[in-house]
């Protein structure tokens, strides 16, 4: 099973995810979270990273220029747009990119998915009203397509007690947490963090 840490804010941070067997690291670019680094930030950090984690950038609704003002800045390896985005504004970056969905009551998620062909994969997390994510709240794991042929990163309101079950039920190919292996909002707590890897790749 492999594993992304979101919402990585310090170096210390992405240093004890990857020494816990992280397989990627996400970085937050959205303002209103309380995970938001800038890209100066990002650049530290991307500099501690080593290869073979895929250092993911996350936007929401982000303008492009500010997407590619961060590229300039940050070598991310991989995209991760959170909010209501185009197949054709995904694309004009031409970075690999996974798109998330928010499972709000009724979405047609295979439909979803078909919206954006050239994504390498689609992370699913829970739908709040006003919150694009990191809401730390589950979804019904039962609602993962079992036969998209997409690869699936399953989210939201995971941590290191939920997670094996949580993988059981949806069967994703990879899984990713944020809130759940916080200490406090925006700091990760490195206990928690090998917790929850050392659960998940036990599957
Ligand atoms: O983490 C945030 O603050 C955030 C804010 C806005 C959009 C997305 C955000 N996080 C995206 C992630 O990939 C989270 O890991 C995912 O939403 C699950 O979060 P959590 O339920 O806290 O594990």
Redesign the pocket.
């Known amino acids: 099973m492999q594993v ?1 840490i ?2 990585i804010t310090s170096i210390e941070d992405a240093v004890a995810a990857v020494a816990a067997g992280a397989d990627a690291l ?1 970085l ?1 670019f ?1 303002s ?5 680094i800038d890209a100066e930030t990002a650049a530290t950090i991307a500099a501690a990273v080593p290869p073979f984690v895929t250092l993911t950038g ?1 936007f ?1 609704d982000a303008e492009a220029a500010e997407v590619q003002a961060v590229l300039e800045q940050v070598p991310l390896n991989l995209l ?1 747009f ?1 909010g209501s985005e185009s197949a054709d504004y995904c694309e004009q970056f031409r970075r690999p990119y996974i798109k ?1 969905l928010r499972m709000k009551d009724g979405l047609d998620v295979l439909a979803a998915m078909d919206a954006h062909p050239r994504a390498r994969g689609f ?1 699913l ?2 739908y709040r009203p006003g ?8 979804f019904d794991w039962q609602r993962v397509p079992q036969l998209s042929g997409r690869p699936i990163v399953l ?5 290191p007690d939920n997670v094996v079950q949580a993988i059981a039920a949806a069967r994703p190919q990879a899984v ?5 292996v ?1 200490a406090a909002p925006g700091k990760k707590d490195p206990q928690k963090v090998a917790a929850f890897i050392r659960a998940a790749k036990s599957q």
Not at 131 to 138: A, K, M, S
Not at 176 to 180: E, L, P, Q, T
């Open positions: 992304k979101c919402g996400g937050v959205y209103a979270s309380p995970r938001h996350l929401v991760q959170h998330a992370l997390d829970a919150v694009p994510g990191g809401t730390g709240e589950t989210a939201g309101g995971l941590h990713d947490v944020s809130g759940g916080e």
